[in-house]
Structure formats: structure tokens, C-alpha cells
């Protein structure tokens, strides 16, 4: 059993950043990709970054040259810093890894006040 834990989300200014930390256990395969979702009230989950196990990044044009997806094969654990942030940044930040299928952390609730 996949386990996927967030660490990292809080409360911010806009304009300010914050590092949000993914751990994914449980495996015993390497996990091809992980990334991050996000989700706000009212609204439908949506990519916000994801990286393969080569390296390869993926982002959502809304956080292009502001946020950067990272990992550690080694340790399972994937990366967002999310910097230069703004309002509509605001939700519930979830972290995916996949292998064998999808799986999903509980969720880092990111708010970003004006």
C-alpha cells in the first residue's frame, strides 16, 4: 500500500513563498511520476506540476516562472516552492505519486491573503 503525505502549506502574504514537502512510501517499485494538484472551493482539482522519474517537468501556465516541482528518487519525496504568490494560489494542495496506479495524499491547505 502506497502511503503519500503532504508537509508544508500555511498561511502567506501575497507576494511572499512557501515550500510544500510530499513523502511517498510503501512502494516497492520506483515511482515513475509525481506531482502536485491543486483544488479551490467551488472548483475542480487541476495539474499544478509534475516531474518523471527522469527529470522531466510539466506546469500549469498559471504558475510558470513562479513555482518549481523537485525531487529525490532516493527518498521518494517530491517538492513545490511556490514563490511570487498570489490570491488565487488559494486551496488544497495534493501531492500524487504513481505507481501501479494513482495515489493521492490527504491535502496542504495553501492560503494566500490580499
Known amino acids: 500500500q502506497v502511503q503519500v503525505v503532504e508537509s508544508g502549506g500555511g498561511l502567506v502574504q501575497a507576494g511572499g513563498s512557501l515550500r510544500l514537502s510530499c513523502s511517498a512510501s510503501g512502494s516497492r517499485f520506483s515511482i515513475y511520476a509525481m506531482g502536485w494538484y491543486r483544488q479551490a472551493p467551488g472548483k475542480q482539482r487541476t495539474l499544478v506540476a509534475t516531474?518523471?522519474?527522469?527529470?522531466?517537468?510539466e506546469y500549469a501556465d498559471s504558475v510558470k516562472g513562479r513555482f518549481t516541482i523537485s525531487r529525490d528518487n532516493a527518498k521518494n519525496m517530491v517538492y513545490l516552492q511556490m514563490n511570487a504568490l498570489k490570491p488565487e494560489d488559494t486551496a488544497v494542495y495534493y501531492c500524487?505519486?504513481?505507481?501501479?496506479?494513482?495515489?493521492w495524499g490527504q491535502g496542504t491547505q495553501v492560503t494566500v491573503s490580499s
Open positions: 516531474i518523471t522519474i527522469g527529470g522531466r517537468t
Open positions: 500524487n505519486a504513481r505507481v501501479g496506479g494513482s495515489h
